[in-house]
Structures are given as structure tokens and as C-alpha cells.
């Protein structure tokens, strides 16, 4: 009588493991990374900083990492996941020239190559320049950023600024 066999445990047992590893498996939470977020809005050329991050945890493998620190390309809005398409590393000052704080126009970012012309009413003189960096800080001018420029023109670019004859011309993006 087959019903009356004795039942074979290890069997059971095997089934039982076998559901739980399922599950387990299945239900097991994935593992998590702190990724950055823009705590609030951010302009494009600012700089990362910690008190404009805000770190959350994703899925691992959902975004790529993104550098801790850089300039970012472009406008983030608050609460926008941070990715490497919109990080930058700020381009630096080429050998032998020299950097100054000037008024570029609105939505000027690092990398951008700029003309500078010195002595707008008299002979004007153009100025290869290298945008640096980008600084929060805007005037009726515009806003404030580090310029690079050859040594040779630190001067005359330096007495157009004092003598307000300096205008900025902004070039392509790289």
C-alpha cells in the first residue's frame, strides 16, 4: 500500500530549501550607492560644492559615478540627479599666462575660448582669452569670472578694465 509508506523527509526538506533560496533570491534588497543630487538650483559654470549636494542612495549600476568635484556645463534644476554629462572639469591656466577676474555675459561657462578687446574707441587690440572659471557672483555687467591671457597682454587688459574700455567677445563652446 503506497499511502501507507513511510514519507521521505529529505525530500521535503530539499523542496522547502529550494522555496526559501527563491525567495530570498527574489526578495533580497539590491544594493544601494550614494549618488548626488542638486539640493537647489544650480547654474551652469558653478562649482560642486557640498552645501549645493545633496546625497541619495540608488540602485548600484543605475547611473554612472560622477567626479566629486567639477564645474557643471549646464543650468541643474533642485532635486536633478547629477550625471557626467553635466560635470566639467575646470580647463587649466595654460603655461605662462596669467589669470583676472572679469564681466563676461550671462550663461558663459569654463572651457570657452573669449576675445578680449582692449581699448574699444581708440586702436582696438583683440586678446585671445581662456574662461577659467565662473563665479556666483553677477553684476550689472554680467558675471564675474576668471579669465586666462597671455602674459605679454596682462597689462593693457588690466588698464582696460581700470579704465572700462574692455569689451568681451565669447567664442564657441570647446
Known amino acids: 500500500m503506497f499511502w501507507l509508506a513511510r514519507p521521505n523527509h529529505l525530500r521535503t526538506l530539499a523542496a ?9 533570491f527574489e526578495l533580497r534588497p539590491a544594493g544601494t550607492v550614494p549618488h548626488p543630487y ?3 538650483a544650480l547654474a551652469a559654470g558653478s562649482e560642486m560644492s557640498g552645501a ?7 540602485p548600484r549600476g543605475l547611473l554612472s559615478p560622477v ?5 557643471l556645463l549646464v543650468d541643474v534644476a533642485a532635486g536633478e540627479p547629477l550625471t557626467t554629462s553635466l560635470v566639467g572639469e575646470a580647463p587649466p591656466i595654460p603655461q605662462g599666462w596669467w589669470s583676472l577676474a572679469l564681466p563676461v ?3 558663459s561657462v569654463p ?7 582692449v581699448g574699444a574707441r581708440d586702436s582696438p587690440r583683440v586678446v585671445p582669452g581662456l574662461l577659467v572659471r565662473v563665479f556666483e557672483q553677477t553684476t550689472i555687467e554680467g558675471t564675474t569670472a576668471l579669465v586666462a591671457i597671455p602674459e605679454a597682454e596682462a597689462g593693457p587688459v588690466a588698464a582696460a578694465v581700470a579704465d ?3 569689451t568681451v567677445l565669447l ?3 570647446w
Open 16 to 24: 522547502v530549501g529550494l522555496v526559501l533560496a527563491s525567495l530570498y
Open 38 to 40: 542638486a539640493a537647489t
Open 52 to 58: 549645493a549636494l545633496e546625497w541619495r542612495p540608488i
Open 67 to 71: 567626479p566629486a568635484s567639477g564645474i
Open 105 to 107: 555675459p550671462e550663461g
Open 111 to 117: 572651457g570657452r575660448e573669449v576675445r578680449l578687446v
Open 164 to 166: 572700462g574700455t574692455l
Open 171 to 173: 567664442g564657441s563652446a
